[in-house]
């Protein structure tokens, strides 16, 4: 079972991440998003940030599907993120270990090849 310290904790340890400002949490490589809060907008009511849902970046529709498709009780997705590769993760659903396993592929696929090569030599 994992939680938002466990996000931050795992996507602080990776290189050159920064923290964004945010109700909850939100994690850039290179300015590029790779893990934050769940901005769910129930209709008729307003934004509220789930810091018990990481919205990761997958890398393209293929494997968003697969993974809702393959584990609906860790994965999700709503119809805002309909055509983006983009997929939510329960965290209270996931070990930590997969959670590093997930946060490290979203931050592989968004960093520079230049910092992904440092953490590979690492």
Known sequence: MAD???????????????????????FRVAGKGFVWSYPERPPGQRRVIRTDIAVLYVGDEAEKQALVLGEPDLFFTVPGYDGFPLVMLRLAAVSPDRLAELITDAWRMRAPSDIAVDLDAG
């Open 4 to 26: 938002a310290n466990d996000v931050r904790r795992i996507a602080l340890g990776l290189p050159q991440v920064e923290e964004i400002d945010s109700e909850g949490f939100d």
